[in-house]
């Protein structure tokens, strides 16, 4: 059985006033090979074209850890956000990682807040599955619900074909 992303009560899909979820399979790459472009977020821009500026907090990083607070632009939006899952992937366990995320100020009607969490996860015959799921609050939420087509859904493919492209690129060069 394959693994489901944990939630926030306060992010349950369903709940809120949107919700993208983007998945792929793929063959020929590791759990191992995904896991460093994604838990590092300054190698985010370089692979996928709507993120930009991404800065870690504090003198942390450069990979997210619990609690490490950064900053990217995505979507139009200048994202702070807050890592509140890190479990990177072992043998027989898949890799977790999410953040808080929020643009405009609290009580404003700009205001949007995120749960944006990542699985990765080896499966049999050599293959990685790569899920991502983000659940939105907020009234820049509810437009993106009904904007056709989905922002929301097509950049977190954008996301996910650069990723596995990035790897496939990094395991060409080894």
């Given amino acids: 059985m394959m693994n489901a992303i944990i939630w926030p ?13 983007n998945e792929v399979i793929v063959a020929g ?12 977020p300054s190698r985010w821009p370089t692979y996928y074209a709507n993120s930009a500026n991404v800065r ?9 850890a619990d609690g490490v607070q950064f900053y990217f632009e995505t979507f139009g ?6 890592c509140n899952e890190f479990v990177p992937p072992t043998a027989g366990a898949a890799g977790r990682v999410a953040w808080h995320g929020w643009a405009g100020e609290p009580g404003m009607d700009d205001r ?14 050599g293959r990685v599955r790569i899920l991502t799921q983000e659940t939105q609050k907020g009234k820049p939420a509810a437009a ?13 493919q954008d996301w996910l074909d650069g990723l596995v492209a990035a790897a ?3 395991q ?3």
């Fill in 9 to 21: 009560d306060a992010y349950l899909p369903g709940f809120t006033e949107n919700f993208a979820s």
């Fill in 172 to 174: 060409a060069r080894q």
């Fill in 77 to 82: 939006f200048p994202v702070e956000a807050q």
């Fill in 168 to 170: 496939r690129e990094a």
């Fill in 112 to 125: 949007l807040d995120v749960h944006h969490a990542w699985l990765v996860e080896d499966l049999d015959q």
């Fill in 29 to 40: 790459l590791a759990a191992a090979d995904i896991w460093p472009l994604l838990s590092t």
């Fill in 56 to 64: 870690i907090h504090d003198d942390k990083g450069p990979e997210l």
């Fill in 144 to 156: 993106l619900r009904v904007a056709r087509p989905n922002p929301m859904v097509n950049g977190h």
